[in-house]
């Protein structure tokens, strides 16, 4: 199964695998997304979802609980678990 990552607000769509990081979904798919660490700790690919879900396979990423409520997330260490919109943090 493949979601679609919609990148608000120009509207750039792209296709989001599951078992692929946002992040590199977001750059094949021609997305000029801001990135550096890819780990999750320096916060410089942070966005916001405004719909959809991602999950994470570290325990914690680099997101106080806040933020993670307010729907930030880290694309560098996010996994897709459904259609998203995000927007650049």
Known sequence: MTFTATVLPNGLQVDAEPDQVLL??????????MSSCRNGSCRTCIGQLQAGSVRYEIEWPGLSSEEMAEGYVLPCVAYPCADIALTPG
């Open 24 to 33: 590199l979904s977001l750059e094949m798919g021609g997305a000029n997304w």
